[in-house]
């Protein structure tokens, strides 16, 4: 769970108009969102921002695990040691040429026949082994990000997984110990993210999301997405039975035509297939993991959609384990406002830059310390993507 340490003093947001599924598709429209959050939050901070982390997701996004072996130069094993079987286990993934590596991540250690380890420094043995979960994104997709952050007037400091961030924000330790499924539902993606034994598992990004649910009131109810935004947040539901057939709400026409008196059983009618169909491929994502039926924990849902009432039951019926919303919480400062799905992914980006400016060493499995310099890694992995794009 988050760390408490963390004080909030300034909050910033803007539509991401120039946005679509995760990818930018307008660079001006982008940078200009940009501009506008910063300003918000500079305003409200009262201090400038220079560089920033920022999530990604998009279904341009693949993950694969991978294996890496070495031999102990010592008895004892290292932190040398699990950074060369890390750095094997990177060098045996095949990453095309229009990827790029966004995070490599362990999930645990082998020494000799011991397994299930998540620490190995110190432990006695003559072979390490490890397990690592690498996620890998498309260039062009990073670099505009980073393209249209730099013409904001900011430096970007690392790109990181938008479901590990969320994931940081609000899992309990207990939760991804006894196996639980994240599920970021924001507007363009929802963004999926196993955990097991501790750390993370599978991870994917769905293009689906909020933005879908209101283009499909928009269309069925023939009135502009802007209209149907406004009827999503304050009369939508995830189920028909959540509704009766007497309550109305009225829907503006476009064209100058009259406004419409329509069931809100309709509109229930019109989200409930889309909602489902999002936790079907959820189900998909599990299934691809090898992890149903071995979620202990169940499933937490975050993100701005996850606020459309009846949210938690709809994942209950189709993924068949029990479901709870997660806000960011242990935050101080502006609590009450960020305590709030919606922000999940932007307190996880604050938790991780702070883990990495606490951490230059690196970090193992389970918080096992590694002699690796992140943050300078991270910037040269930016000025790598920058310099190919240009």
Known sequence: MADRSLNVIGIGSSPSRGLRKGVVVNIDSTVESIKKAVEEAELMAAVQINSVYIGIAGSHIASESCHGVVALKKREVTAGDINRAIETARCGAVIPSDRRLLHVLPRGFIVDDQEGIRDPIGIAGSRLEVDVHIVTGAVTSAQNLVRCVNRAGLDVVDIVLQPLASGAAVLFAEEKEMGVVM????????DVAVYAD??????AVIPIGGHHVTNDLAIGLRTTHADAEKIKVRHGVSSCKQVSDREKVEVPSVGGRPPRLVPCHKIAEIIEPRVEEMFDLVLREIRRA??????????????????????????????????????????????????????????GLVMHSV???????????????????RLTLAIDRMKGWVMNFF
């Open 183 to 190: 599920v970021d539902l924001g507007g363009g993606t929802s």
């Open 198 to 203: 501790g750390c993370i598992r599978h991870s």
């Open 290 to 347: 090898g992890y149903e039926g071995m979620l202990v924990a169940g499933g937490v849902l975050t993100g701005g959609t996850s606020l459309l009432p009846g949210m938690p039951e709809a994942a209950e019926r189709v993924l068949d384990l029990p479901v709870r919303c997660g806000s960011p919480e242990g935050i101080g400062g502006l609590r009450d406002v960020v305590n709030n799905p919606i922000f999940s992914t932007a307190v």
């Open 355 to 373: 883990s990495q400016e606490n951490e230059l060493q690196g970090v193992g499995v389970g918080g096992g310390s590694v002699p690796m310099n």
